[in-house]
């Protein structure tokens, strides 16, 4: 495991958590992708500024890249060994969104683009519910899909907290 993709079926999951505790025990450097793709005050990378800092990241011998942006799936997967993919159940996903919400309300956690203070509306709740089911069906097709990409590759699918707890332990 020399370079890691971290993704997950839905904001609340918790790729951004997992990836830095990963990081840590294996000592390679995370990247958030929302660090990468928001400018401050929310404002979106232009798509091949996005494209191109990730090119950069990958051309490296070890990364963990966290985050899903499936318009960039391609960049990730093409070089990385290992694809870990988180899912929990929508509800817990909302939750854990909201508790992320009220204890950053005016922060800008570390796994975000710089300026880009934490916030929650009716528009991202609506795009986590009205996705998740839509997403968890496509992650068969795009394992299958990331196999063909480029050298062999381990994917692990860590379904419950207590899986991915123990996967860290």
Known sequence: MNRIMVMGVSAGV????????LGEQLDINVYHLDVLHWKPNWIEAPKEEFRASQREIVAKENWIIEGN???TYDIRAQK????????LPLIVCLYRVIKRW???IGKTRPDMG?????????????FIVTTYSSRKKKMEGRFEEFRKTGPEKTI??????KEIQSYLE
């Open 114 to 126: 710089e300026g880009c203070k934490e916030k929650l509306d009716y528009e991202f709740l609506k």
């Open 80 to 87: 990385a060994d290992t694809i870990i993919y988180l899912e």
């Open 14 to 21: 918790g790729k951004s958590t997992f990836a830095a505790k």
């Open 156 to 161: 692990i699918r860590l379904k419950s907290k």
């Open 69 to 71: 942006y499936n318009s």
């Open 102 to 104: 009220i204890l950053n």
